[in-house]
């Protein structure tokens, strides 16, 4: 058999070069093997033939057999376009193409019987279908009168004549070539066990399903194997790290530890964070390298659990360091734990890009030494002048921010790996957890600390700004503080910078009595500093800002977030944002602006950030409205290749049974030795695009 994994798709019949460079450009599609793994998205039955008097314009799509009667043309310019009046002896509807015009005539004969198959709509008191699909109709048998596939295809492609109807009967073309059963990619044990059909057959039912049923099994095989491979990936690098690497056993809780929970602690622990540091405490403790993801909303109490575990290495005579994506977010880290630590003897350092000359150099001889207990910063601290005496705990705030191999480098600030927490404001539903930190321990804050009041959240109109000026007009003589935040798109950029700018003008002109400070991405960073510095220390009472604000920094005193256009966000976004109010203990609000005409989903968005503060309900809602695809912090993840029919929202029951499945592989065949399994470490092997260790590099 030709070997369809690499040979070039120009050479399938009906591609040839120049349709070959478009599939390249834009579906990546290279080879045969790279067409046939490119998945319809939707099937319509068109297993039964209509007679025109018995359809209306209200049907969804239908099939006619007939004939073209006549073409005439109308319009001028843009506006033209082609009519064929087609009949099947019962009634008469009008067939119309908009473009590619002088193609259609030249395909398609009068007094010749088609199978044409379309949506019909009225257009005054006759029934259209626009640019159906036509096929002659002694092609057209039983046989292939069942589910039609749909593709996605781009403009660019259907320009090229290569629309959904196209690419189908490429990949016809295609399984007509498949002569022999294709090489299975999973082992025999795991197909048998699982009742799933072969690679052959489910490639062929996901494209030309003769069944429903057929389907339906086509698209289990192949969400199974895919789910499984991704599985399979985490776990067993999951597996490896625990054997190469030994963690630092702290076992000792002493006088750092105990010293602050009776003399410092600022507050009553909450049961979700008692929980939380006993986890961590068994993980110190067990002599596993700790790799744990700590979940918790804005304000859940993560960094008061992160140095309650730091003073755990300090105990047992390691330093510990804490790393946060920008110098802001460090400073206030800085300041808030120096503060928790008051009368304690823990030397706490800063290192961030702009500490220089004599400062930086008696910092990193502290850090050497073993003076400096607790060393916080930005990503300045993987730096290879930065040398820990002892490094044992290690810190991560807002993990998705930072790249992997820069993660991968505080690994190497010691001889073994130090104890690795890494922290997330951003809620992570547990189907997506165990995708993309399948290979982490998870350990979740649900409760907020005690005073903590939750934010009201409340849905304007634009057009009610009068009465929306006026609260916030009261706010601020109350000494509180705002926000003013405006989306910011890649595609619409210098618009939503207009926005911005307009909006930013009104409200200084609105408000001439108050300081306003203004932050967006186009700025320098130290400009961004600048103005966030004077919002942070009260000198601006309004902060107009783009969603740079939305990861950690905390304003007490600001109790308003009004978000404007506030239907272009995303949930999960809005949730983030809305968490830059409500930390301190006044009552906060979080105001979503939009315009009259929201679509349905966003109306959904709208009403579960009007219902609850739940960031776990809100991801969930937000990744099966959105999918995970859209999810920020994705782009890093462990999933070393891409989904293509598998979705984790919907799939979820699968995607728990394929990662038993693959556990129990690797528990039986932990050495990759096991004959009957080279198919699935070989198959594995394959599909890793990169040979990095991402379970190693949290």
């Given at each position: 058999?030709f070997?369809?994994?690499?040979?070039?798709?120009?050479?399938?019949?009906?591609?040839g070069p120049?349709?070959?460079?478009?599939?390249?450009?834009e579906?990546?599609i290279f080879?045969?093997?790279?067409?046939?793994y490119?998945?319809?998205y939707?099937y319509?039955d068109?297993?039964?033939?209509?007679?025109?008097?018995?359809?209306?314009?209200n049907m969804?799509?239908?099939?006619?057999?007939?004939?073209?009667?006549?073409?005439?043309?109308?319009?001028?310019?843009?506006r033209?376009?082609?009519?064929?009046?087609?009949?099947?002896?019962?009634?008469v509807?009008?067939?119309?193409w908009?473009?590619?015009?002088k193609?259609?005539l030249?395909?398609?004969?009068?007094?010749?019987?088609?199978?044409?198959?379309?949506?019909?709509?009225?257009f005054g008191?006759?029934i259209?279908i626009?640019h159906?699909d036509?096929?002659?109709?002694?092609?057209?048998?039983?046989?292939?009168?069942?589910?039609?596939?749909?593709y996605?295809?781009?403009d660019?492609?259907?320009?090229?004549?290569?629309?959904s109807?196209?690419?189908?009967k490429?990949i016809s073309?295609l399984?007509g070539?498949?002569k022999?059963?294709?090489p299975?990619?999973?082992?025999?044990h795991?197909?048998e066990?699982?009742?799933l059909?072969?690679?052959?057959?489910?490639l062929?039912?996901?494209?030309?399903?003769?069944?429903p049923?057929?389907?339906?099994?086509?698209?289990?095989?192949?969400?199974?194997?895919e789910?499984?491979?991704?599985?399979?990936n985490?776990?067993?690098?999951?597996k490896?790290r625990?054997?190469?690497y030994?963690?630092f056993?702290?076992?000792r809780?002493?006088?750092?530890?105990?010293?602050?929970y009776k003399?410092?602690?600022?507050?009553?622990?909450?049961?979700?964070?008692?929980?939380?540091?006993?986890e961590?405490?068994?993980?110190?403790?067990?002599?596993?390298?700790?790799n744990?993801?700590?979940?918790?909303?804005?304000g859940s109490?993560?960094?008061?659990?992160?140095l309650?575990?730091?003073?755990?290495a300090?105990?047992?005579g390691?330093?510990?360091?804490m790393?946060a994506?920008?110098?802001i977010?460090?400073?206030q880290?800085?300041e808030?734990?120096?503060?928790?630590?008051?009368?304690?003897?823990?030397r706490v350092?800063?290192?961030?890009?702009?500490?220089?000359?004599?400062?930086?150099n008696e910092?990193?001889s502290?850090?050497?030494?073993g003076?400096?207990?607790?060393l916080i910063?930005?990503?300045a601290l993987?730096?290879?002048t930065?040398?820990f005496?002892k490094?044992?705990?290690?810190?991560?705030?807002?993990?998705h921010?930072?790249?992997v191999?820069?993660?991968?480098?505080?690994?190497k600030?010691?001889v073994s790996?130090?104890?690795?927490l890494v922290?997330?404001a951003t809620?992570?539903p547990?189907?997506l957890?165990?995708t993309?930190y399948g290979?982490?321990d998870?350990s979740i804050?649900d409760?907020?600390p005690?005073?903590r009041k939750?934010?009201?959240?409340?849905?304007q109109?634009?057009?009610n700004?009068?009465?929306l000026y006026l609260?916030?007009?009261?706010?601020?003589?109350?000494?509180?503080?705002?926000y003013?935040?405006?989306?910011?798109?890649?595609?619409?950029e210098?618009m939503?910078?207009k926005?911005?700018?307009?909006?930013?003008?009104?409200?200084c002109?609105?408000?001439?009595q108050?300081?306003?400070?203004?932050?967006?991405g186009q700025?320098?960073?130290?400009?961004?500093?600048?103005e966030?510095?004077?919002?942070?220390?009260?000198?601006t009472?309004?902060l107009?800002?783009?969603t740079?604000?939305?990861?950690?920094?905390?304003?007490?005193n600001?109790?308003?977030?009004?978000?404007?256009?506030?239907?272009?966000f995303g949930l999960?976004?809005?949730?983030?944002l809305?968490?830059?109010v409500g930390?301190?203990?006044?009552?906060?609000?979080?105001?979503l602006?939009t315009?009259?005409?929201?679509?349905?989903?966003?109306?959904k968005?709208?009403e579960?950030?009007?219902?609850?503060?739940d960031?776990?309900?809100?991801a969930?809602?937000?990744l099966?409205?959105?999918?995970?695809?859209?999810?920020?912090?994705t782009?890093?993840?462990?999933?070393?290749?891409?989904?293509?029919?598998a979705n984790?929202?919907r799939?979820?029951q699968i995607?728990q049974?394929?990662?038993?499945?693959a556990r129990?592989?690797?528990?039986?065949?932990?050495?990759?030795?096991?004959?009957?399994n080279?198919?699935?470490w070989?198959?594995?092997?394959?599909?890793r695009?990169?040979n990095?260790?991402w379970?190693?590099?949290s």
């Open positions: 058999m070997d369809f994994e690499k040979r070039d798709i120009k050479y399938l019949t009906g591609v120049q349709r070959a460079a478009t599939l390249n450009k579906l990546a080879t045969l093997k790279d067409l046939l490119y998945f319809p939707k319509i068109r297993s039964r033939l209509y007679y025109i008097h018995e359809i209306d314009g969804p799509y239908i099939q006619l057999r007939g004939q073209i009667l006549s073409f005439e043309e109308n319009g001028e310019g843009y033209r376009r082609l009519i064929a009046h087609f009949s099947d002896g019962t009634g509807v009008d067939l119309i908009f473009q590619g015009q193609f259609i030249n395909k398609y004969k009068v007094r010749t019987n088609y199978i044409i198959f379309g949506k019909p709509t009225y008191s006759r259209n626009a159906p036509i096929d002659p109709a002694e092609e057209f048998t039983s046989a292939n009168m069942g589910l039609q596939p749909y996605n295809t781009t660019k492609m259907k320009r090229s004549g290569l629309n109807h196209a690419i189908e490429l073309n399984l070539q498949i022999q059963p294709l299975e990619t999973l082992p025999t795991i197909i066990q699982n009742h059909v072969s690679l052959t057959e489910a062929q039912n996901i494209h030309l399903p003769k069944t049923e057929a389907l339906r099994k086509a698209q289990y095989r192949l969400k199974f194997e789910l499984f491979y991704v599985q399979l985490i776990l067993r690098y999951m490896e625990q054997q190469r030994c963690g056993r702290f076992n809780v002493g006088d750092f530890f105990n010293t602050f003399k410092n602690l600022p507050f009553e622990l909450t049961g979700a964070q008692k929980r939380v540091i006993k961590i405490r068994q993980d110190m403790g067990s002599g596993r390298q700790m744990r993801l700590l979940q918790g909303d804005v109490g993560k960094t008061l659990v992160a309650m575990s730091m003073l755990l300090l105990d047992n390691y330093q510990a360091c790393m994506p920008t110098e977010l460090a400073n880290h800085y808030s734990i120096s503060r928790m630590l008051s009368g304690l003897y823990i350092e800063l290192l961030t890009g702009s500490i220089k000359g004599k400062r930086r910092i990193l502290g850090v050497l030494t003076e400096i207990h607790i910063g930005t990503h993987l730096e290879d930065v040398v005496s490094l044992g705990f290690a810190v991560i705030d807002e993990q921010r930072f790249g191999a820069q993660r991968a480098k505080l690994w600030k010691n790996p130090p104890h690795v922290m997330t809620p992570i547990r189907t957890a165990m993309l290979d982490l998870v804050i409760e907020l005690p005073g939750p934010i009201r959240t409340i849905h109109y634009d057009n700004r009068k009465s609260d916030i007009n009261k706010q601020i003589q109350a000494g509180r503080q705002v003013f935040v405006y989306p910011l798109i890649k595609e619409s210098k939503d910078l926005n911005l700018e307009d909006g930013y003008q009104t409200i002109n609105h408000f001439p108050y300081q306003v400070s203004k932050i967006h700025m320098k960073p130290a400009e961004k500093d600048c966030m510095l004077r919002f942070v220390n009260g000198e009472q309004i107009v800002a783009t740079v604000i939305e990861v950690g920094v905390n304003v007490p600001a109790s308003v977030m009004v978000i404007e256009n506030a239907e272009r999960s976004q809005l949730h983030q809305r968490g830059r930390r301190g203990a006044e009552q906060s609000y979080c105001i602006v315009g009259f005409k929201l679509s349905e989903e966003t109306q968005r709208i579960i950030m009007v219902q609850t503060n960031g776990f309900e809100i969930e809602a937000d099966k409205l959105r999918g995970p695809g859209d999810l920020e912090g782009q890093q993840s462990g999933v070393a290749f891409d989904l293509k029919i984790i929202t799939d979820s995607l049974h394929v990662r038993e499945i129990q592989e690797i528990e039986n065949d932990p050495n990759l030795e096991n004959p009957q080279a198919i699935m070989e198959q594995l092997r394959i599909l695009k990169h990095v260790n379970s190693s590099i």
